[in-house]
């Protein structure tokens, strides 16, 4: 069995690589820009070509890597966070999820891939009031999505011409980092994904160490089972919702559809809370970020404190009003003082290796605090992608397991 070759994105301190090395992986390519992660990924990964920016990559480029099975990326989420403006993806950051469509598109025409992996935060479910979400999720099915009455679901499948697209809002600490960190994942599958197993909608329980429970009935399990024809729906045809929870996609017992619209199946419903459903980063339902120590390194006298044992979402500081070695950090208490969290003690929130961004900056000296911060602010939590690989590995090798 051959190892699985993947393509990433928006790649900063390649987190992925981190994660999917272990699975036995193959990196073929990177793509940055930023000098500070591409001086990272050189000294990193010094045989992987870096593709530079995705406004520029070429099909040539692609098709020059030979065959791929995964595209990953995260595409950049200022415009789609609570913390940033909200421009949506009309902002010119966030819109660069377009590119990494056609890039993933360019890789599966050339080099045969089927899997895509879209990250982002989970104010994408509310941004543009929810269109914005239903962009991305129609783009990846390939159809156009109308916006659910109730709003955006933590969990849910999209199936359409393209494939099928499973969400999930995952959190870095039920997966044994102590970092409470949500982040929205999208996995398009464009190949057989009839009867194998989920990807993403899994039971809790099966996640990590403390994920919430869900009533009776609601887990997600078992495999999917092919319910459409194979005639896909043309294109802007308009997606139809689906009241039932993920059944057609885990038990079979949805009737046949001809794909004479792009299907919709919303996996668990959204939590409510008292101002509406949870579109913050941070769990809290509230829409701003909390931050459990608010530590400002540049200013004097005093900052307010609240300490929890798992640390608010790392938080890459790259907006207009911080500087690059100050703004706000997380921090901890040591008795009646308080320090921001190391780069180091923040690799490990991230479940990444001690020192792993501690490389020759671009001029050949050790990379400085502030362009480690906002590399570990902007990564992946290693180990939500280390599982999310092993999720991807089984289904794509289900075929061949089953026949042997």
């Known amino acids: 069995m051959s190892a699985i070759r993947y393509l990433s994105l928006f790649s900063g301190m390649e987190a992925a690589h981190l994660a999917w090395a272990l699975l036995g992986w193959e990196c073929v390519g990177v ?4 000098p500070a992660p591409c001086a990272l990924l050189a000294h990193r990964l010094p045989h992987v070509p870096n593709l530079g920016s995705v406004t520029e990559i070429t099909d040539e480029q692609i098709a020059a890597l030979g065959h791929i099975d995964v595209v990953i990326g995260g595409s950049p989420c200022q415009d789609l966070s609570v913390a940033g403006n909200r421009a949506g993806l009309a902002g010119a950051r966030s819109g660069l999820f377009h590119e990494q469509l056609r890039i993933f598109n360019a890789a599966r025409t050339f080099c045969g891939a089927r899997w895509l992996v879209w990250e982002n935060v989970p104010g994408a479910f509310s941004s543009n009031r929810g269109r914005d979400f239903a962009v ?9 999505l109308d916006v659910p009455r109730d709003g955006w679901g933590n969990e849910g499948v999209a199936l359409g011409p393209n494939g099928l697209v499973e969400w999930s809002v995952l959190d870095a600490q039920w997966f044994g980092v102590a970092q409470r960190r949500r982040r929205v994942f999208a996995v398009l599958d464009t190949g057989d994904w009839a009867g194998r197993p989920p990807v993403l909608l899994e039971p ?20 999917l089972t092919r319910s459409a024809g194979e005639r896909g729906a043309e294109d802007g045809e308009r997606g139809q919702l689906i009241p039932e929870i993920a059944r057609c996609v885990t038990t079979g017992e949805a009737k046949r559809q001809d794909w004479e619209t792009c299907t919709i199946i919303p996996a668990v419903a959204h939590t409510l809370r008292a101002d509406g459903f949870d579109a913050s980063e941070d769990g809290t339902g509230r829409g701003t970020p909390l931050v459990p120590v608010a530590f400002d390194c540049k200013a004097s006298g005093r900052a307010g404190f609240g300490v929890g044992e798992i640390a608010s979402t790392m938080r890459s500081m790259g907006h207009a009003d911080s500087h690059q070695n100050g703004g706000s950090h997380l921090a901890v208490q040591q008795g009646m003082q308080v320090r921001r969290l190391t780069p180091r003690e923040c690799e490990r929130l991230q479940g990444a290796p001690d020192d792993w961004t501690l490389v020759p900056n671009a001029k050949g000296k050790p990379m400085a605090d502030g362009p480690r911060y906002k590399m570990l602010g902007n990564s992946f939590a290693v180990p939500v992608i280390t599982w999310i690989g092993e999720r991807i590995q089984m289904a794509h090798t289900y075929r061949q397991r089953a026949a042997a």
């Open 31 to 34: 793509a940055e820009i930023d």
């Open 136 to 144: 991305v999720a129609g783009a990846l099915a390939g159809c156009e």
């Open 204 to 223: 809790d329980s099966l996640r990590g160490d403390s994920a919430p429970r869900r009533e009776t009935g609601e887990g997600v399990a078992g495999t």
